[in-house]
């Protein structure tokens, strides 16, 4: 017999088929234990009753004890029916005045109404409980649930579960569904086992389970709402992160690798001329490069570093350990414009190594392909540069030992497999991921957890901040005279915008018109102004992104193609039009654009006329911090984890019940550090000690299939 919480929810008592398929649509509740997990988004305090004149349609869920006024059916034509033959197949709504000492307000019910008319008889004093709405300028409330009104004392805490119109309409109201949680805890309690290790409960304080989950649904005060709260967030935590470095460890431990125990004299050449000293971060993150690649095991590598940190140096001294032990190395951008910069740069570095790169884009001839096919397979090229062009079947490596991936997050699993099978003797090359969208620490664990992650958290020396701020339309002439100062310094600008094409829906400035606009300001001969979008050709993009990188255009117009990776140290202005429009990562992204030279630089967010709170709290914030990771968790606090960059082209690989990435950080990595404590010990948890998470974890609640490996 199955256990009692993997019962189908059809049989617990109330539910059938009907509604267990409106569960399950509705609410994703396909089991009792579903249900017992379903915890309530919020809870009321009961005892509390507001007065009619106190209500306000920013107040969430409040009860108010009214006494009916008047009754009265409405057809859908709007006209009142006649109250003496009611004809409920002609009501269309139900609207009630009900009153207390302080004041009248109107209660409307569009569904029920035959059931309800009746009931709310003039006179009659009922408990109403609901969400105050403002509607012409009145406060009145929609659906609300009522009672008899010394229900009001009944619970001091009450949950509200997540509801919809399909449930509601469907029979399975707010008092519905506290039914059926309360008499699948009856059934779930008496048999339910302990999930948690004695002595982590005890470590950390944590209540039986049992106690959690009555508490979370029926709390008897606010203090064992919390103990609850603690408990089961610790727990899904818990096992989220012992699902994630569970794979972890089995796939280090399965993952042949290539062995490279040589550091080798192309790096040593290379590190010798550079220009400057290497930050201690990017020594630190090249050392535990370096300790991957000696060990045998395939190398699966996040390297996080905000914009203009220098990871590219990172990259190349990366490849040039896998040159010195006879493999090659690919690096994969997600741009032309981005390949052709690396290529760039790259080359320059290599050129006391004596290493070999080439470039390989969807635009690179047929000959020069041929030329490059010949030498990745003769091993004469030792560096290869691109875009994906480079995982297409035609690209045969003699020996590829390290791909390295700038700037994208995950591949799809056909990708990944190409290039898995490009690396030498058929064993898959070590793979560096490189990202500059700051992760929050705690999302990373999660998103990233089965990977090994590396953080350049230094800037090169030097840097000034870049000083930000946040204008209207009324200083733009300001703002074109500032660039013009900017310009007369030999300093370059960037003026970026949201969209190409005028709109007619939304008001956001748009390149065409603003391109127009700037030409006029910076006339040519004196002025040469670029223009970047996603609709040109290669070559057209190629050509004004060469005529700014060389300093030839004074600035560049484009769309959020420049957001990635592009370097042009003389740029010291960075525009943002519409700036309202932008996320923040992707504002922080832009920003990084500048700053990047020895100058002072500046970011000027142009705001449009309407700006919600929301936005200019964004914006606020963009002029009070340039670090990453605090835009990054605030980001995340103002959006949630799912619509983060590098979340939203994969999703989050696991759903969280009741803890959250945002809020939950600290008991994050308190579970995470029990977790790898017991996995250190028993990596495949087979100790009897350990057999109640092993089994926890076949459950598989915790983590997406699809989501263990980044490449
Ligand atoms: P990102 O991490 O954004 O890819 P880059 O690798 O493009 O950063 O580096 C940004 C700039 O900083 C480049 O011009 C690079 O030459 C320079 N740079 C990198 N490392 C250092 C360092 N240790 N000291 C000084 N400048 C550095
Ligand atoms: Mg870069």
Known sequence: MKPVMETDIQYLPGVGPRRAALLRNELEVATIGDLVRLYPFRYIDRSTVQRIADLHPDQ????????????????????ELPPDKVKYNLANRLSVIIADDSGEMEVVFFKGIKWMHPRLAPGSTFLFFGKPTAFNGRINMVHPEFDAPEAAAAGVLTGIYPSTEKLKSGGITGKVMVKLVSSALEMVLPKLEETLPEYILREKGLVPLSFAYRQIHFPTDQNALAKATYRLKFEELFFLQLSLLKQKYVRSRNAVGLAMPRVGDA????????????????????????????????????????????????????????????YQACLMAPTEVLAHQHFANVSKYLAPTGVKAALLTGSTGAA????????LKDGSIGILIGTHALIEDTVVFKSLGLAVVDEQHR????????????????????????TATPIPRTLAMTLYGDLDVSVIDEMPPGRKPVQTLCVGENKRHAMYNFIADEIAKGRQAFIVYPLIFESEKVDYRNLELGYEEVIKRFPEPQYHVAILHG??????KAFHMDAFVAGRANILVSTTVIEVGVDVPNASVMVIESAERFGLSQLHQLRGRVGRGA???????MKGYKVSKESQKRLDLMCATENGFEIAEEDMKMRGPGDLEGTQQSGLPISLNIASLARDGLILSDARTYAAHILEQDPTLEKPGNAVLAAELRKDRYVRKDYSQIS
């Open 60 to 79: 969430a869920y409040v009860q108010v004890v009214g006494t009916v006024q008047k009754a009265r059916l409405f057809a859908k034509n709007g006209a």
């Open 267 to 326: 790096f040593n050449r290379c590190y010798k001329a550079l220009p400057y000293d290497l930050t201690n971060a990017q020594k630190r993150v090249i050392k535990e490069i370096r300790d991957d690649l000696k060990g045998g095991h395939q190398m699966n590598r996040l390297l996080q570093g905000d914009v203009g940190s220098g990871k590219t140096m990172v990259a190349v001294l990366s490849s040039l350990i896998a040159v010195g032990n006879g």
């Open 368 to 375: 020069a392909r041929r030329e490059i096919h010949a030498g």
């Open 411 to 434: 591949f799809g699993v056909d990708q990944r497999a190409k290039l898995w099978a490009k690396g030498a003797g058929g064993v898959a090359p070590h793979v560096l991921v490189m």
């Open 535 to 540: 609709q040109q050709t290669a070559e057209q």
């Open 599 to 605: 100058e002072r630089s500046y970011c000027i967010l």
